[in-house]
Antibody
Framework: EVQLVQSGAEVKKPGESLKISCKGS????????IGWVRQMPGKGLEWMGI????????RYSPSFQGQVTISADKSISTAYLQWSSLKASDTAMYYC???????????????WGQGTLVTVSS | QSVLTQPPSASGTPGQRVTISCSGS????????VNWYQQLPGTAPKLLIY???QRPSGVPDRFSGSKSGTSASLAISGLQSEDEADYYC????????????FGTGTKVTVL
């Protein structure tokens, strides 16, 4: 069974750093892109970016470029999303998902991780 | 700043047919295929429809998708109580060096 398991909920203060994880299993981790999606409280889904663990090629949404870093460690089949200095506005649920990629013409997320809730508050 | 527009809500009684629209542009729906995701309350999104009208294994055939020009639609026929959820359309957008964009989301209520 293809599965993505994310790290647990985090409570941080503004200005702190954070790295959350997403571990894939049941498939060849290096052969599929992994994406990250933000969902702020009571709001919709926002695409943050994707990474290809095979060569660490990364693409960011313009909205998140420079705000977060996406990385992966293929030796342990894990992708990461990190912040160097959190803001209260980073409070959200963050989902990872495997990308089925057939080019820009056709690609989709399946399956999704269970989500990691990040709360940033002083 | 979603670039795909959906109605905020839709509703129906059990057994009815509900349709959700998704309006985009030439740089997203007009050029690329559309996917739909279902998010049940308190859970992660789940792929419902891919490549405009394909259902993943396990998705009931009462869910169907279509696309025409720069718009797409999701239809739920034979609405059931367990279909009460948020639904999002999505597609690749070729502008701004490329990015994946989600719709604004539609809350489906079963009356």
């Amino acid at each position: 069974e293809v599965q993505l398991v994310q790290s647990g909920a985090e409570v941080k203060k503004p200005g702190e750093s954070l790295k959350i994880s997403c571990k894939g299993s049941g498939y060849s981790f290096t052969s599929y892109w992994i994406g990250w999606v933000r969902q702020m409280p009571g709001k919709g889904l926002e695409w943050m970016g994707i990474i290809y663990p095979g060569d660490s090629d990364t693409r960011y949404s313009p909205s998140f470029q420079g705000q977060v870093t996406i990385s992966a460690d293929k030796s342990i089949s894990t992708a990461y999303l990190q912040w160097s200095s959190l803001k209260a506005s980073d409070t959200a649920m963050y989902y990872c998902a495997r990308v089925l990629w057939f080019g820009e013409l056709s690609n989709w997320f399946d399956p999704w991780g269970q989500g990691t809730l990040v709360t940033v508050s002083s | 700043q979603s670039v795909l527009t959906q109605p905020p809500s839709a509703s129906g009684t059990p057994g009815q047919r509900v349709t959700i629209s998704c309006s985009g542009s030439s740089s997203n729906i007009g050029s690329n295929t559309v996917n739909w995701y279902q998010q049940l309350p308190g859970t992660a999104p789940k792929l419902l429809i891919y490549s405009n009208n394909q259902r993943p294994s396990g998705v009931p055939d009462r869910f169907s998708g279509s696309k025409s020009g720069t718009s797409a639609s999701l239809a739920i026929s034979g609405l059931q109580s367990e279909d009460e959820a948020d639904y999002y359309c999505a597609a690749w957008d070729d502008s701004l060096n490329g990015r994946y964009v989600f719709g604004t989301g539609t809350k489906v209520t079963v009356l």
